[in-house]
């Protein structure tokens, strides 16, 4: 059997030799060319570009040698196979080395062994090809992925962008409270989120939200977040609602909103508000881990509180919470990506180390990936923020 029809070119200036081969070739199916000389063959190969040669190596005007080489140059992957007389094997090991695939010795008494030497070339052709066409392709297929992970990050560039000019400053005071914030996203964009600003002449309103997931899906709920408390800002100056004066109430309508946009995604939130004159702080908790916790005259503790996340139940329920800041003040906020990295290997000392840093002013928002350890370039699990509100002196 022939492979796949193959075509065969087939060079040798005994016309005896060369038409038996050639009628045996065709009986077995392939399709066959013929030259008598090299230079011949060369002209030949040209014009019809055979899958493979078949060459005697002692031949006048252009022997096989010569042959080879003119060949090699125009297609290196073409199978060449030498057929020469016992009395020429140097000849056959120089056509060797220049690439020839394989040898046969005049004269071929059983031309079975001609077809099964053609077949075999051709098969690792068809393989080579195979594997061109494939590396061509997984190439083509590469350059593909290249432009849309390049477009990937242009618009995680872009979100990025508006990601970060929705935040505050990362540095700011408001009413005497000095507000910072770090966050250390664990990809390009954050499902980390915080705000901070005046709600009225003797009101802060403050939280940090941990959208549920990663990446670009959990980074568009803090849009939708940075909308929600924007519209209610809104609705108080208008005075059609007052709900933003209630931690409360705010963490219900971002439930009710979440839920009802069916979205699949859920947040965890610590919201409060401060009565600057007072230094009184209200607040509301949606499924926050771990608590914030509080240093002032009265000791270094974590605040009470519980609920559940926004945006997983229609009925869940918020409560508001009270306590005395004090005239110094120190609240670290944190979302639980910081539980994550801590190296303790139990919740109650990760919870007693926080307590601990806080207690000896160790847990700052700007020096956050060298408190950790983080700068050796390793990816974090979660989104890591710090939020510190501070009143001191």
């Not at 065709?26 to 060459?55: H, M, Q, W």
């Not at 540095?171 to 250390?184: L, M, P, R, T, V």
């Not at 909308?227 to 439930?255: A, C, F, G, H, W």
């Amino acid at each position: 059997m022939s492979e796949a029809n193959g075509q065969v070119l087939v060079i040798d200036d005994d016309a005896i030799v060369r038409d038996s081969i050639v009628a045996y070739l065709e009986d077995s199916g392939f399709n066959v060319y013929e030259a008598d000389n090299g230079a011949t063959g060369i002209d030949l190969f040209k014009e019809v570009r055979p899958d493979i040669v078949l060459c005697d190596l002692r031949m006048p005007k252009m022997d096989g040698l010569s042959t080879l080489r003119k060949i090699n140059e125009i297609s290196p992957v073409t199978p060449f196979i030498v057929v020469s007389g016992a009395g020429v094997m140097a000849d056959v090991v120089e056509a060797l080395r220049l690439g020839a695939c394989d040898y046969l010795i005049k004269p071929i008494l059983d031309l079975e062994v001609l077809e099964h030497s053609i077949n075999r070339n051709l098969r690792q052709l068809r393989l080579l090809e195979q594997n061109q066409s494939y590396r061509e392709e997984l190439e083509d297929k590469n350059r593909e992925l290249e432009l849309r992970l390049d477009e990937l990050r242009q618009d995680q560039q872009a979100g990025r962008e508006v990601q970060r000019r929705m935040l505050p400053e990362n540095q700011a005071h408001i009413g005497g409270i000095e507000f910072q914030y770090n966050i250390i996203p664990s990809l390009y964009l954050s499902g980390d989120f915080v705000d901070y600003f005046l709600i009225s002449n003797e009101k802060v309103l403050f939280y940090i939200a941990d959208v549920s997931g990663h990446g670009a899906s959990s980074a568009f709920i803090t849009v939708l977040l940075k909308n929600m408390t924007n519209r209610l800002r809104r609705n108080l100056k208008r005075q059609s609602s007052d709900d933003i004066l209630y931690p409360e109430r705010v963490l219900s309508r971002i439930n009710k909103e979440l839920v009802d946009a069916r979205l699949g995604k859920h947040v965890s939130m610590f919201l409060g508000i401060i009565d600057l004159p007072s230094s009184v702080l209200s607040y509301s908790v949606g499924g926050q881990f771990p608590m914030p916790i509080l240093k002032n005259g009265a000791g270094t503790r974590y605040l009470e509180g519980r609920s559940q996340p926004a945006g997983l139940f229609t009925g869940a329920e918020y409560t508001c919470h009270q306590i005395e800041l004090g005239q110094e003040f120190e609240l670290i906020v944190l979302s639980d990506g910081i539980i994550e990295v801590l190296p303790q290997p139990r919740l109650a000392d990760k919870e007693a180390c926080l307590l601990d840093m806080v207690n000896n002013r160790q847990l700052k928002a700007a020096p956050l990936k060298d408190l950790l350890a983080l700068n050796d370039g390793r990816e974090v699990p979660d989104d890591i923020t710090l939020l510190t509100l501070s009143r001191i002196g």
